[in-house]
């Protein structure tokens, strides 16, 4: 089957209307049927004359025979309209197959240039206490950090480097860059005092690189 429209795609629309048009000669079929029942009920292939060979009288001879003929014709047509069915339905699962395959890549790729582009974190968060500075920012377990105020992974040393400038921004947010699933993300980090230890309630550890 050529494409509807000259090459263009096939689309659902495409196949609902080759449905609809099977369901029309299906409907043509038994209304040709229904013809043929009514006449002393006649099928395809009950002879149209009688013993001595001449035509029957208790029938529209004309009708049947006009009926066999459509019904013939017809079972073409329905024939021809199912290969078209399976042939558009093909060709439209092909396409849906191919543009997931180009849409699975295109994720994968965007995901590789996001990778690139992620700065490298030098630190993780293995425990956030509910309630405290951290967890009141939005920082998560697993979060691993690239920027922590003024410290990143070019001159993060060891832990003190991030618990003196936690010492010296209490009360005032500190900018916290953090990679989540993939993704940076940006927190708003006070530390200061609460019910629990600490400035921030949270456990980092240094990253082994």
Not at 17 to 37: G, M, P, S, T
Not at 54 to 75: G, K
Not at 166 to 188: A, D, K, Y
Request: aromatic content about 4%.
């Amino acid at each position: 089957m050529a494409d509807p429209g000259g090459g263009r795609p096939v689309t659902v629309s495409d196949v609902q209307q080759l449905v609809r048009r099977k369901d029309e000669i299906e409907a043509q079929i038994k209304a040709c049927y229904e013809l043929l029942e009514g006449q002393k009920g006649v099928g395809m292939h009950e002879p149209l004359v009688d013993a001595e060979g001449f035509p029957r009288a208790d029938i529209d001879v004309y009708q049947v025979r006009t009926a066999r003929h459509n019904i013939i014709c017809l079972q073409n047509d329905h024939k021809a309209v199912m290969k078209e069915v399976e042939e558009a339905l093909h060709k439209l699962h092909a396409r849906e197959k191919e543009k997931h395959a180009k849409d699975e890549a295109e994720a994968m790729a965007e995901a590789m240039r996001q990778n690139q582009s992620l700065p490298q974190p030098f630190a993780k968060v293995n425990a956030v206490t509910p309630g405290s500075p951290a967890s009141v920012s939005g920082l998560q377990v697993d979060d691993e950090i690239v920027e922590f105020g003024s410290v990143n992974a070019n001159n993060f040393q060891n832990l003190q480097n991030i618990a003196t400038v936690v010492q010296h921004s209490e009360g005032r947010p500190l900018s916290v860059t953090v990679i989540r699933g993939g993704r940076r993300v940006h927190v708003g980090l006070t530390p200061k005092r609460w019910a629990g230890k600490g400035l921030l309630g949270c456990n980092i550890i240094p990253l082994q690189r």
